[in-house]
Nanobody, 118 residues
């Protein structure tokens, strides 16, 4: 089955940048689609964005223009580039995978913490 390891979180000041990585094993980029999610205390899990098998991407309104999902030259690595970070971006971030023709995300990374200070 697909295994995911997400990494790259840390603490930054508002306006700073971070790049999160999602390393996938037993993964075929034409069959599996990757999404990024986040959850902060007291809030429900939020979909940040996702990338489809054709390379197209979609983002939540809250991060449009600031976050970018991309695929590495090695197709088993996905990135979430986060620019102009805001304190409200503070959350645990997760990458997740699904079969592209199935709506539910079946495989999840362990999560990586992002903290943005004022």
């Amino acid at each position: 089955q697909v295994q995911l390891v997400d990494s790259g979180g840390g603490s930054v000041q508002a306006g700073g940048s971070l790049r999160l990585s999602c390393a996938a094993s037993r993964y075929t980029y034409r069959r599996h689609c990757i999404g990024w999610f986040r959850q902060s205390p007291g809030k429900e899990r939020e979909g940040v964005g996702h990338i489809n098998s054709d390379g197209s991407t979609q983002y939540a309104d809250s991060v449009k223009g600031r976050f970018t999902i991309s695929q590495g030259d090695a197709k088993n690595t996905l990135y979430l580039q986060m620019n102009n970070l805001k304190p409200e971006d503070t959350a645990m971030y997760y990458c997740a995978a699904r079969l592209c023709w199935v709506p539910d995300y079946a495989w999840w990374g362990q999560g990586t913490q992002v903290t943005v200070s004022s």
